[in-house]
């Protein structure tokens, strides 16, 4: 792609003094550190809630326009300061390799290979300077690496003891930490096999503790000091339990679900809250439940009909996406506003500042419909190249949309 055309300095141009160059270098810096995707749904938490992002607003999303797209794996990328990032993988021995971008022009800032031959790889997360991306290769070996963001360059690679037959497609970082699963199936069956969680120094890598738990699980952060477990279990069932373990060392903390009566997915973290999907008795239908993560203690239970799963949260409003697109007082369970979902098939949403995202395909094409957050009146509906199948990713001023082989980045004009 071109580069970008910069305007000639005026002569007479005053030259800043060198405190007011810093400060002003200080506070873009912070600006769009608060408006960063570091990770999988922006954060630890996964509630796919962007608060720090206000350039985007009600009276600009309606001019949004595609400024450029860059190749994707079937992975979310991330977006930090001025640079993108995402994890290519050509399949199943193929070459996996991360890409990074210049978020504004797309232009490529650097490629780095990681293995030749690659069974499953990573969505890569941002932590400190670093990124960080586990790679399993075709004899069953993960590799844990960590890239300079600004180059590529390696700083730490790690190669974790025994085999696996699958690693989790998300890292999460937590309190200093990256933590990632791996599953070991019996007789190829999941839910027969077990879930290891283990936690990575972010600086050096060093292993800090695992976990091994029964049955097929995913993990991700709450808060800053708890890692939540959701895995699905054979001797119940096939029910699924949640468990929320200590980061500083992995024991558990509290355990919910995982017996015949009792069934929860954990979704997503919010603040204090941890959303779940499910039922604590065999006379219920599934439906949100909310726990308090530090304890365990059960704050409220959703509708039992009409609401699906929670897909993104603040520490207000959770949002979940069906027939209807719902919005949820995260203090009460109580609807503040649901109105129709906008299309045959709609994407998860994406909270950023005020306004909600989703991607909504009908039988004109995609069309990516913005919500207010507080009322639910949709704002603006724009004409878009991304599937509902992925996720809106909104940071820094711009939204990403997926379409499982290429990134289309949009900009207001």
């Known amino acids: 792609m071109a580069r970008p055309v910069f305007g000639v300095r005026p002569a007479r141009a005053r030259r800043p003094s060198r405190a007011a160059l810093v400060l002003a270098v200080a506070v873009g810096a912070l600006a769009l ?50 640079s993108g990032y ?76 025994g085999t696996s037959d699958r690693i989790g497609q998300y890292l999460a970082v937590v ?57 699905a279990l054979a001797a119940a069932g096939a029910r699924s339990q949640v468990d929320v373990l200590s980061i500083a060392d992995g024991s558990t903390v509290w355990t919910k679900g995982g017996t015949p009566d009792a069934s929860l997915s954990a979704q997503m973290a919010a603040a204090r809250r941890l959303l779940t999907y499910g ?34 949260s603040t520490d207000r409003v959770a949002l979940s996406v069906d027939v209807q697109v719902t919005a949820l007082d995260t203090g009460t369970g109580a609807i503040r506003w649901s109105v129709p979902a906008p299309g045959d098939a709609v994407s998860g949403p994406t909270i950023a500042g005020s306004l909600v995202y989703v991607v909504a395909e009908g039988e004109s094409g995609s069309l990516l419909r913005v919500y207010d957050l507080s009322t639910g009146d949709e704002v603006a509906a724009v004409p878009v190249a991304g599937s509902s199948l992925y996720t809106p990713v909104v940071a820094n001023g711009q939204v990403y949309l997926s379409d499982g082989n290429v990134l289309h980045a949009y900009a207001p004009a």
Do not use: K, M
Request: hydrophobic share 40%; charged share 15%.
């Open 33 to 82: 550190a608060g408006c960063d995707w570091s990770q999988l749904g922006a954060g630890a938490g996964r509630a796919y809630n962007n608060p720090g992002e206000r350039s985007l607003n009600a009276a600009t999303v309606d001019s949004l326009h595609e400024v450029y797209s860059v190749p994707i794996g079937l992975t979310e990328p991330i977006i930090v300061g001025r």
């Open 86 to 161: 995402t994890t290519l993988h050509d399949g199943f021995g193929g070459p996996a390799t991360v890409e990074a971008w210049n978020a504004a022009t797309g232009e490529e800032r650097w490629s780095v290979p990681l293995l030749a031959a690659a069974r499953i790889l990573t969505g890569v997360v941002s932590a400190g300077p670093h990124l960080i991306v586990a790679v399993l290769d075709t004899d069953g070996v993960a590799h844990v690496t960590a890239l300079s963001r600004v180059d590529g360059a390696v700083v730490w690679a790690r190669e974790l003891p």
């Open 175 to 231: 309190d200093g930490q990256v933590v990632l699963t791996r599953y070991r199936t019996v007789n190829g069956d999941p839910l027969t096999g077990t879930t290891e969680v283990a936690a990575l120094s972010i600086d050096t890598g060093a292993t800090t503790w695992t976990r091994t738990l029964t049955g097929f699980g995913t993990a991700f952060g709450g808060l800053s000091r708890y890692v939540v477990v959701s895995h």
């Open 279 to 312: 039922s604590i008795d065999a006379a219920t239908s599934d439906h949100p439940i909310v726990f308090d993560v530090t304890n365990g203690t059960l704050l409220w239970e959703g509708p039992a009909s009409g609401v699906s799963a929670p897909r993104a």
